[in-house]
């Protein structure tokens, strides 16, 4: 899948999870780095691709992003297993354990969830993809869905571009529609400053 597919997937994701189980109270400062953090999950397991967006705008990304390909074990690979998903869950944790007394008025949990949120939408899109997942690593298996290749989506094509990504904006915008009210009642009375 293409970034701007993992980031609309991610938010998806995390508003499927708001309105199932809605938080009692939460900062404003909490759902700003929240948003941030649920978009950088949906986008973290490419960090193994050196032609990421994250490696094309940093100066010297272009060798990191080699760098890391190589230490991560190349694109679709440890990033993308539960082996993976728990590592940059660990690391996500301590990062943002450290970044606390900085920022004291964030739920770090809520933020952490949210993070993870994207990772696993990411994981979820790159599985209907004609390369599948590796799931289960290390065991040498890729998975995808539907179980014939011919019948996923090939990234970047017109499946991805006219049918994914356009169900999904759809899909966000049906979501608030309906939760209107919802949305309107938390934002005013259960999001503070």
């Known amino acids: 899948m293409t970034g701007r597919t993992?980031?609309?997937?991610?938010?998806?994701?995390?508003?499927?999870?708001?309105?199932?189980?809605?938080?009692?109270?939460?900062?404003?400062?909490?759902?700003?780095?929240?948003?941030l953090a649920n978009q950088l999950g949906g986008i973290a397991p490419d960090i193994d691709q050196p032609t990421a967006p994250l490696w094309r705008n940093l100066p010297v990304g272009k060798f990191v992003g080699k760098g890391f390909d190589k230490l991560l074990g190349g694109h679709r690979?440890?990033?993308?297993?539960?082996?993976?998903?728990?590592?940059?869950?660990?690391?996500?944790?301590?990062?943002?354990?450290?970044?606390?007394?900085?920022?004291?008025?964030?739920?770090i949990g809520y933020v952490w969830w949210a993070f993870m949120i994207g990772m696993l939408s990411h994981l979820i899109m790159d599985t209907l993809t004609k390369e599948g997942v590796p799931w289960l690593l290390p065991l040498p298996f890729k998975f995808g869905f539907p179980p014939l290749k011919s019948l996923?989506?090939?990234?970047?094509k017109i499946g991805e571009k006219f049918v994914l990504f356009p169900l999904l904006l759809v899909l966000d915008i049906a979501f608030c529609a309906e939760r209107y009210t919802w949305l309107l009642t938390f934002m005013h009375k259960r999001i503070i400053s």
């Open 152 to 156: 996923r989506i090939t990234t970047g």
């Open 77 to 107: 690979f440890l990033t993308h297993s539960v082996l993976g998903l728990a590592l940059f869950g660990e690391l996500a944790h301590l990062l943002l354990v450290f970044l606390h007394p900085i920022m004291p008025h964030v739920n």
């Open 6 to 35: 993992h980031d609309v997937a991610a938010i998806t994701a995390l508003g499927a999870v708001v309105f199932a189980h809605p938080p009692h109270m939460m900062t404003l400062a909490t759902v700003l780095v929240a948003v």
